[in-house]
């Protein structure tokens, strides 16, 4: 089973940019479709993005309406590392992200412990 650890949270400025990282214990996640959640208290978690491998090293993304253009997710598959970075970030980002990792049945599991992220106004 696939372990994810998710680093780089913290306390930015509203405008301001993070990137953050999960690392993955296998290196056969380079063929599994790996996404970023968050989650905001009092609300449900919600769907940032994701990268799927489509063949060779082509991978798709494929990012939530509401950070297009915002945010990048990539993977670094030497390192069986995910990214996430984030440009241009609204206080309404502020959430626990969490990384994860596409099973069988198409749901995501294998959650990370989740990084912080807080945006001041």
């Known amino acids: 089973q696939v372990q994810l650890v998710e680093s780089g949270g913290g306390l930015v400025q509203a405008g301001g940019s993070l990137r953050l990282s999960c690392a993955a214990s296998?290196?056969?996640?380079?063929?599994?479709?790996m996404a970023w959640f968050r989650q905001a208290p009092g609300k449900e978690r919600e769907f940032v993005g994701s990268?799927?491998?489509?063949?060779?090293?082509?991978?798709?993304?494929d990012y939530a309406d509401s950070v297009k253009g915002r945010v990048t997710i990539w993977r670094n598959n030497a390192k069986s590392t995910l990214w996430l970075q984030m440009n241009s970030l609204k206080p309404e980002a502020s959430a626990t992200y969490y990384c994860?990792?596409?099973?069988?049945?198409?749901?995501?599991?294998?959650w990370g412990q989740g990084a912080q992220v807080t945006v001041s106004s």
């Open positions: 990268t799927t491998w489509i063949r060779d090293n082509s991978y798709y993304a």
């Open positions: 994860a990792v596409r099973l069988g049945g198409g749901i995501y599991g294998n």
């Open positions: 296998e290196r056969t996640f380079s063929r599994s479709t």
